[in-house]
């Protein structure tokens, strides 16, 4: 096991009716800017019990983050901060409300641009304190200090790590009336993120790996329960808190971790807009096939913990195996190609020439170059 | 899934060498008092280690706080507190010590006695910070606010609830001098903090049930290899590892909890001193088979999940499951009958008279009575 420091201090209020919570969290002293994305919030009813929690409050509205959080939308917020004084972010919303609020609290505290802070970390300088009413499960934010960030001006999509939220509160019934689509998307999310977490070498703590398994067998378990639409409470709530120790860093204590896939999918997101969960689920089986002989090992594991795949020769519990992962994206009503999603050739070729442009090497070993990113992509055309 | 809030915010600080970072944590500008056990750890290089850290801090050095922690030996400590205006302690050793450490902490800050304070949690008003080197995995006392204090004037043992240790070092180097029966106790003590959240009901949360049995999938696996002492690294860091995450809410979210076996099992260790996983492992068969119906699907779960048991009635799932826990705690060295301990029947009728004009009601229930308690131990003897 590596050696590791390990220090959440997110208080994660969890149930329903625990929006109205807001009351007592919210620091009374400050003024109070509450973030949102396009819209959805006004339908479903949260909105309006936001508001309710906030009588008394000294609080101020930004709308229209959108779904992979651009910079150019960020920056906006970033001047109403600094203009109004805010000195409390509340983000009300799914993943990308509050990635992008994590950028809006520490741009606000510096003179430089926000997407500088992006490319160069050592310019944060600390942040305004943040929080979340989180309504989607699928990335974790709510309780980790990762956020991702687009520049539409650039086509660039990069990851960029402040603090932990103060809290998020987390209603399991603000998910009923998510779509199948953002379901399916953040169950597969949620699948890759412990994936990443995992899919290395097996020996370094079996702990680590029976959680992870964990998780992935708790989603596949409710999977189709939570995609039915049955809006069953207990299963809802477990898929929404299987997302939020998927990415806390619970599952990941003193082991190595991959995250290529995530690298690979932020491109295609990058350069063509799809969703991040439908992203992961094209490149994860060609990371898997490409990097077979050095996870054997976990692959097997996983394969027979997960998908009970018991017998055959390594090669043949390994095929399964993939071939059971990909079948349980398109369960979810997901694109496992990129072809699928009309997503061709001179896409791979421009994410292949970044990686290359970049000299980036991925993976736990470092050993994913811009070629084998291209072997990765054509299998999965 | 029952509404939770949760927030740890313990820093685990988990690794070979990290002793060497208490020059980094601790405060430079407070009086620090160091508090130990018996001595164990000037045999086995840990407080060599700490002392050398703490070079250039201002400390001092309280010794014997006992397995199982007095009051009595508490209050010394308290006044040292008091006296010479300690600002911060530090807990080297075994889960007592830290124990210990949380009533000292406690009880500097008021007037009133330590042991006022255990009976009386609503005297708490906040404690002097307080951080740990643990060296023994097993009560979780590293990343939780609880602990267990015991006074020997009138033979009781309590729980009492503090706040979170600031941080927590764990290095799995210094359990390689641990004796077998105290890995036995450890693994065992391990098995059933996490079995008191576990053993209700099925369905609550999936995700809860498959870490739950991943700590017991993980103990089980390892126990061997602890028991051998042959020390291998990676496995008594997952050791350590298992035993913090046990106890320290991460498996206990939304879920119903019993903790009747810890209260049982603590008035053993109040009236004959016996080590408290020892105890653990005496009571939890009587309270499996005792409450058999009540958790019979959570029972059946377990014996499929974490001991094979796939076929049979449910009558015989459930005697075999019991059975297979009962042999898997003495293959660790235990005991799990009170005779082997030379425990008879009066201290059962002790034990059964406090619990009677206590009217003190256990389990998830709350229907455990001072009958159904004698009935439990009746079967242990």
Same mark, same amino acid.
């Given at each position: 096991m590596n050696n590791f420091i390990f220090q959440n201090p997110t208080k994660l209020i969890f149930g329903e009716g625990q929006i109205a919570r807001l009351s007592k969290e919210l620091p009374k002293d400050k003024r109070?800017?509450?973030?949102?994305?396009?819209?959805?919030? #006004?339908?479903?009813?949260?909105?309006?019990?936001?508001?309710?929690?906030?009588?008394?409050?000294?609080?101020? &509205?930004?709308? $229209?983050? &959108? =779904? *992979? =959080? #651009?910079?150019?939308?960020?920056? #906006?917020?970033?001047?109403?901060c600094k203009r109004e004084n805010i000195g409390f972010l509340l983000a009300v919303g799914g993943g990308s409300v509050l990635d992008g609020t994590k950028l809006i609290a520490a741009a606000a505290v510096i003179e430089e641009d926000a997407w500088d802070l992006v490319l160069h970390p050592e310019l944060l300088r600390g942040n305004i304190p943040f929080a979340s009413v989180m309504?989607?499960?699928?990335?974790?934010? &709510?309780?980790?200090?990762?956020?991702?960030?687009?520049?539409?001006?650039? +086509? &660039?999509k990069y990851a960029f790590y402040n603090t932990y939220p103060t809290?998020?509160?987390?209603?399991?019934?603000? %998910?009923?009336?998510?779509?199948?689509?953002?379901?399916?998307?953040?169950?597969?999310?949620t699948f890759v993120h412990v994936i990443e977490q995992y899919l290395t070498t097996t020996g370094i703590s079996p702990l680590m790996d029976r959680w992870a398994e964990g998780i992935f067998q708790t989603i596949v378990e409710?999977? =189709? #329960?939570?995609?039915?639409?049955? *809006?069953?409470? *207990?299963? @809802?709530?477990?898929? @929404?808190?299987?997302?939020?120790?998927g990415l806390n860093g619970f599952v $990941?204590? +003193?082991?190595?971790?991959?995250?290529?896939?995530?690298?690979?999918?932020?491109?295609?997101?990058?350069?063509?807009? %799809?969703?991040?969960?439908?992203?992961?689920?094209?490149?994860?089986? +060609?990371? @898997?096939?490409e990097l077979r002989e050095q996870k054997a090992s976990k692959i097997v594991q996983m394969g027979e913990r997960v998908w009970g795949i018991t017998d055959g020769t390594i090669d043949e519990r390994i095929d399964r195996t993939i071939a059971a992962t990909e079948e349980f994206?398109?369960?979810?009503?997901?694109?496992?190609?990129?072809?699928?999603?009309?997503?061709?050739?001179?896409?791979?070729?421009?994410?292949?020439?970044?990686f290359r442009e970049r000299g980036t090497l991925l993976g736990e070993q470092l050993n994913i170059d811009y070629k084998l990113v291209d072997a990765i992509l054509r299998q999965r055309m």
């Open positions: 109070i800017l509450v973030t949102f994305g396009g819209g959805s919030v #006004k339908h479903n009813g949260v909105y309006d019990q936001v508001v309710a929690a906030l009588s008394g409050f000294d609080f101020l &509205e930004f709308w $229209g983050i &959108e =779904p *992979n =959080p #651009k910079v150019e939308t960020l920056r #906006k917020a970033v001047e109403v309504t989607l499960p699928a990335t974790g934010s &709510e309780m980790n200090r990762g956020c991702v960030i687009s520049n539409l001006a650039t +086509g &660039e809290f998020s509160i987390l209603d399991p019934t603000t %998910t009923f009336s998510l779509p199948t689509f953002q379901r399916a998307c953040g169950l597969a999310d409710i999977a =189709p #329960k939570v995609l039915s639409e049955e *809006n069953d409470y *207990n299963t @809802m709530a477990d898929f @929404m808190l299987s997302a939020t120790m $990941g204590m +003193g082991v190595p971790q991959d995250w290529s896939t995530h690298r690979i999918g932020h491109e295609i997101t990058a350069l063509c807009g %799809t969703t991040h969960g439908q992203t992961l689920v094209i490149v994860l089986p +060609g990371v @898997m096939n994206f398109r369960s979810l009503g997901l694109a496992t190609r990129l072809s699928e999603l009309g997503i061709g050739e001179d896409v791979v070729e421009a994410i292949v020439a970044r």
